[in-house]
C-alpha cells in the first residue's frame, strides 16, 4: 500500500510522494519534532497506545505516525490557518477503545513538525 496513487474520487488525498516524504522524516529523530511558535496540540501523555495500552510519550507518537505510515494510512491535505495558506497533512490511527487518534503534521523542508497528537474532537464529543 506504501506509494499508493491518489484516488480520483478523494482529492483532498496527499499526493504519493508527499506521502513518502512525510513517512521518511518521519522516521528519524533528526527529522521530526514537535511544532513550537505555532499552535498546536501536540498531547501523546494524553493518548493511550493501542499495543500496550500504555499513554505515549513524544519518541512513542512518532513511532506510531511512522508505522501508521508505512501501512500506508490516508494521508489527507488541508490548509493551515497558522501559518495562512501553508499544508498542513492530516492522519488518523485507531486507539484504544475504537476512539480515532488524530494527528496533525507540517512539512518544513528538510524536517518534519507534529502540530497535534490527541484523541479526534469527533470522539471526545461522542464519549
Not at 10 to 39: N, Y
Not at 42 to 71: C, Q, R
Not at 94 to 115: E, F, S, V
Request: glycine share 10%; hydrophobic share 35%; charged share 30%.
Amino acid at each position: 500500500m506504501i506509494g499508493t496513487p491518489q484516488p480520483e474520487n478523494k482529492p483532498w488525498l496527499a499526493k504519493a510522494e508527499v506521502c513518502r516524504q512525510i513517512r521518511q522524516l518521519s522516521e528519524s529523530r533528526r527529522t521530526r519534532r514537535v511544532a513550537i511558535g505555532v499552535p498546536n496540540r501536540w498531547e501523546p501523555g494524553n493518548v493511550k497506545n493501542p499495543a500496550t495500552g500504555e499513554y505515549f510519550d513524544t519518541m512513542s507518537a512518532w513511532d506510531f505516525i511512522h508505522s501508521l505510515l508505512e501501512a500506508g494510512v490516508e494521508v489527507e491535505q488541508m490548509v493551515l490557518k497558522y501559518p495562512p495558506g501553508k499544508k498542513g497533512y492530516v492522519l488518523y490511527g485507531q486507539g484504544c477503545d475504537g476512539r480515532r487518534i488524530y494527528i496533525k503534521l507540517q512539512l518544513m523542508g528538510d524536517w518534519i513538525a507534529g502540530r497535534s497528537f490527541h484523541i479526534s474532537d469527533e470522539e471526545s464529543r461522542e464519549k
